[in-house]
């Protein structure tokens, strides 16, 4: 018999759209999240919810400012965009922690829960009687993450400053060195364009509520062998601070602060974007033989002299990077980002140093992205049928897992849509007690 191929066999197990028939890695962890104003912890949670964990997010009884970050002030349905990316696979239910009453009825849900997520400013959950050391009186076994802009300890944990993604990318030091360089003899008036430029939407929150994640199933992993559980700790700004790559090591090597340097990097050569005739392709050739096969894709490896190239060294010289990058971009614009694609995968068949292949590739726009035939077969931006919203795209969960792969359920719920479900299930409370917590505000 014939025997299957890899991609084939894997494809049949990893199809986001059979993954419902199959099932889930966290299906018996109940997760409270009680982030508010924070994109980190209901990233978090998202990524605990896909896996199969029933999250149940508790928000104030008027819903969480986040509800209302979105473009122009778009709201579908009566939601920001922003938080449709976000609430998937979540319960809703509303609480009034402020009230000594709703901190009562949130220490009976904590009695059920394996995990709790907060991200109010360290001190509040142990002022309103329902912090670490209390609540794990009542559950030994639960674990309490905490996302904060600057930890649950040292100088600036108490600090007023709100945890914002960008003050997060600000304080980390990489946004510092992001961003185009400031010419030679001109000031910012001249060159306005020239100032830091921040990453992407909420990455700084992105990556703490990762990295929580990740440290939330480690602690089940201990919760499993001792029976503990435990508190943790991540501050936004020093998760972003993760990825200053090189910086730290430089600086305290050297004594050497990385500066701006646009699109450009001064630890390697060929790695940039570049400009052409339809938009613009990013160029990576970090070894000698990549950037030689790239000038000779060009047709200048005689006029460039790549032959007598012997380092990559001199190449990632900032003055060197200047001149070079002024060239190559000279070359780019000649040609659309599919004719430069083409050729690149054209000389790593057939160049003078092939199978080297000099590395190119689009910069693709959100629609672009969208309508990408790999990720349309991969299932990323497969519509999701939405009992409430309709049908909405919004990017799938990444992992592909053969066994107990994760999927998106549903795409968010109303404020305190499953109250009656929750407070029903967790407490054994019907309409009638739930009428009377609404009348109070405290629901």
């Known amino acids: 018999m014939e025997q299957q191929r890899w991609s084939d066999w894997v494809r049949e197990r990893d199809d986001p759209r059979i993954a419902h028939t199959k099932p889930e890695a966290l299906d018996d962890i109940t997760v409270l999240d009680l982030s508010y104003k924070s994109f980190a912890g209901c990233l978090c949670s998202s990524l605990l919810a896909e896996f199969g964990a029933e999250v149940v997010r508790i928000e104030p009884p008027k819903g969480d400012f ?51 997520i907060e991200t109010y ?122 990825f200053d790559d090189y910086a730290t090591l430089w600086y305290q090597g050297a004594g050497v602060v990385a500066e701006r340097f646009g699109s450009l990097d001064i630890a390697g050569w060929l790695y940039c974007f570049a400009p052409t005739k339809d938009g613009a392709v990013f160029l990576g ?39 070079w990058s002024s060239l190559v971009f000279e070359e780019t614009r000649k040609y659309t980002n599919e004719e430069l694609v083409k050729m690149a995968v054209e000389y790593g068949k057939k160049g003078r140093l092939a199978p080297i292949t000099p590395v190119v590739a689009p910069v693709c726009s959100p629609e672009e992205a969208m309508k990408d035939a790999n990720w349309l077969d991969r299932g990323i931006f497969m519509p999701i049928q939405d009992p409430i919203y309709g049908e909405l795209i919004v990017a799938q969960a990444q992992h592909k897992m053969t066994e107990t792969p994760i999927r998106t359920k549903w795409v968010c719920r109303p404020v305190g849509y499953d109250n009656q479900h929750i407070y029903l299930k967790y407490l054994g409370w019907g309409p009638s007690k739930l009428k009377k917590l609404k009348r109070k505000g405290i629901i």
């Not at 970090?286 to 005689?302: H, I, P, S, T």
Request: negative net charge; charged residues 25%.
């Open 121 to 242: 400013r360290p001190g509040t959950m142990d002022e309103w009687g329902i912090g670490y050391e209390q609540l794990k009186q009542v559950n030994p076994r639960l674990i309490f993450a905490s996302i904060t802009g600057y930890g649950q300890f040292a100088t600036m944990s108490r600090s007023r400053m709100p945890d914002y993604d960008s003050i997060a990318q600000a304080r980390s030091g990489a946004q510092s060195a992001t961003g185009e360089m400031l010419p030679e003899g001109k000031s910012y008036d001249e060159c306005p364009w020239a100032v830091p430029t921040k990453a992407g939407p909420w990455i700084a929150w992105s990556t703490a509520g990762t990295f929580m994640a990740a440290g939330i199933l480690a602690t089940l992993h201990w919760r499993g062998i001792t029976g503990e559980g435990q508190a943790l700790d991540v501050a936004t700004a020093e998760a972003y601070a993760r």
């Open 285 to 323: 050739g970090l070894r000698l033989e990549m950037w030689q096969a790239f000038a000779d894709m060009l047709g200048k490896w005689d006029e460039w002299g790549a032959a007598e190239w012997k380092s990559m060294a001199p190449f990632t010289q900032k003055e060197e990077q200047l001149k």
């Open 66 to 116: 986040l509800r209302t970050c979105t473009p122009y002030g778009i709201l579908y349905k009566g939601e920001g965009l922003n938080y449709l990316t976000e609430g998937r696979n979540k319960f809703h239910i509303t609480l009034d922690l402020s009230k000594p009453e709703g901190r009562e009825i949130f220490k009976e849900l904590v009695t059920h829960a394996d995990v709790l």
